[in-house]
């Protein structure tokens, strides 16, 4: 059905092309279609290549500045990220965020949505100030429109958490996850209770690095009995396990360790 879809699709193209040229924004709206159906079936290449032509036409009729040419340039990251092209990804979360700024102001959300994209592109190279930098800057625009203690904010800290985990950064890590932690101290619904139960799970791996092994079987236990409350198992619970298991060890508690299992 998928490739009669993308069939259908190169058809319309055609016509479109034949019909009003191929620089016209309605043979631009079959380009944006054919890339989310190529996305859908995996095609990256096939969808990042529409979309650039896409970007082209709309450049040209619309302008540079144009809230919809923003939009593009940032899906056109992400699927250069999903092909691991993460410097492509870079340059294009880049001109995004230069342009969104221009549009929108710095301190807008989409400014920091679209930095957390570029960080995580950095972070993939390995290139971890950059990422900080990024990371630092979308926490501090959702901070100030959204708040200190909102799940925004929360999520912002989960990602400096990892990050600073990657750079053996330990005591950051941890300032961070209890941040992160924080936020979702009151879940809501199961998304936000799954979510607390990573951050639980993500503080306690931190915790017991750091050789804090109290904190780190308190975290793992917590998890585990708030996951014993959900429909359906979780693998953060069964990690959470692993943990205790190797903190038992850990403490010569072999008989302990063995019964997890």
Known sequence: ETDT???????SLRIAEAHHGPEHRETASVLNNLAVAAYQAGDLQRARGALERS???LEGDLGPDHPD???LVNNLGMIARRQGDNR???????RDI????????????????VLRNLG??????GEYEPARAAFEESLAIIESALGTDSLQAGNAHGVLADLAVREGRWDA??????????AYRNPENPQQRRKRLRLLEGSARIARLRGENGIARRRCQ??????????DPTTEAARCRIQLSLIDLMEGRSAEAAARY
């Not at 890590?173 to 924080?182: D, I, P, Q």
């Open 173 to 182: 890590a941890a300032a961070s996850a209890e941040r992160a932690l924080g």
């Open 98 to 113: 230069e342009l969104s700024r221009r549009v929108l102001g710095s301190d807008h959300p989409d400014v920091a949505s």
């Open 88 to 94: 492509a990804a870079i340059a294009y979360f880049e």
């Open 69 to 71: 040419v923003g939009t």
């Open 5 to 11: 879809a993308l069939e259908q699709l190169e058809r």
């Open 55 to 57: 970007l082209a036409v």
């Open 120 to 125: 995580f592109a950095h972070m993939a190279l």
């Open 222 to 231: 917590t998890a585990v009995q708030e996951a014993e409350a959900l429909p």
